[in-house]
């Protein structure tokens, strides 16, 4: 009986912070999950750790740049859905490696829809693309209709893998789906990121551990959401009949002084005794204040942000402050 097979996902990038809070939420609905893990990560387990005993989940070795692995695995598996949520996200890295950020960004999506148009053409796609494609927008708000205006090599990939992504389904009748993630944090953010940067040395001043929070642009509005409702709309959008690119985010801006000030008073301590300015932080290309207009997800398929950025901000702190006391 086809309707109890069970759904085969496969998800790539499933060590990050947004293939892991997927393969939770995938596996807690009693999908067949298969992760792809790159050779070189294999000490990165953490965020899947207590998903590697779990029998509705499997770990597969390969890399985004190594294709014959990725296609063997597509090959084999035959997924109904596969999630790419492999990349190098990390905007300052991008300026350091620009050609393999590109590669990895915009190139071997090229290369993943090839391997699924050969291989696996009925299996569905979802792509994630990045706010940072919006650059040096202008406007106040930013939809799915937004002109392209990148101010990296990795918005530059982004913007090349939202083409193919376009090409290989109008030219090929492929299924492949996207969305464009507004920044979406978590209490697994690595620690390059403002965000998790902010709640950890906040929980270190708390303990004493830490004297001063060095931040370079304070002022840079940020639209901040909680990555696990992103990778749940990233579901809800594979699950539409007709393939679309949605844009997905919290529709609020805040500053990063305004998110350094809730951390602070999360543990009762006045920010401004706490908080200094390195300039060697403030970053070479000015990104434009970007807010989300996410009505089109709203109208589609009830699109609403479950954690708004108090709660957020709770979730990460609990988080740090219990590694801090712990003496992680």
């Known amino acids: 009986n086809i309707m109890n097979k069970k759904k085969k996902v496969l998800i790539l990038g499933v060590t990050g912070q947004d293939g892991s809070f997927l393969a939770k939420f995938l596996v807690e609905k009693k999908f067949s999950v298969h992760g792809l893990i790159r050779k070189s990560a294999t000490g990165n387990l953490d965020n899947i750790s207590d998903l590697l005993k ?86 106040r708000k930013q939809n799915e209709k937004e002109i392209f205006s990148p101010l990296s090599i990795y918005a530059l990939g982004k913007i090349t893998a939202y083409y193919a992504c376009q090409m290989y389904r109008d030219v090929y009748g492929l299924k492949v789906y996207g969305a464009i993630f507004f ?21 270190r001043i708390f303990y004493g551990k830490q004297k001063k929070l060095y931040l370079g642009d ?7 959401g ?16 007709t393939p679309d690119v949605f844009v997905i985010a919290s529709g609020k801006s805040h500053s990063v002084e305004f998110f350094v000030k809730k951390c602070f008073e999360y543990v009762g301590l006045n920010y401004k005794k706490y908080l200094r300015i390195n300039k060697k932080l403030l970053r070479s290309s000015k990104t434009a204040s970007l807010i989300a207009d996410t009505s089109k997800a709203k109208r589609t398929f009830n699109f609403k942000i479950k954690t708004n950025l108090d709660k957020l901000i709770s979730i990460m702190m609990d988080n740090d402050l219990e590694i801090e006391f712990n003496g992680k």
């Open 54 to 139: 779990n029998n509705n989940f499997s770990l597969h070795h390969g890399d985004l740049l190594d294709l014959i692995s990725l296609e063997n695995i597509i090959k084999k598996i035959k997924p109904d859905e596969i999630y790419n949520f492999a990349d190098q996200d990390h905007v300052r890295w991008s300026f350091d490696m620009p050609s393999y950020s590109f590669d990895v960004t915009g190139s071997s999506v090229v290369k993943i829809l090839e391997i699924i148009k050969n291989q696996s053409p009925n299996s569905k796609f979802f792509q994630p693309f990045s706010s940072n494609i919006f650059g040096n927008s202008s406007k």
């Open 226 to 241: 909680y990555a696990k409702d992103y990778v749940k709309a990233a579901y809800k959008i594979m699950q539409l009949s």
């Open 183 to 203: 920044n979406h944090e978590s209490e697994i953010r690595p620690e390059e990121y403002v965000s998790r940067k902010i709640t950890k040395s906040v929980a």
């Open 218 to 224: 304070i002022k840079a509005k940020i639209d901040w």
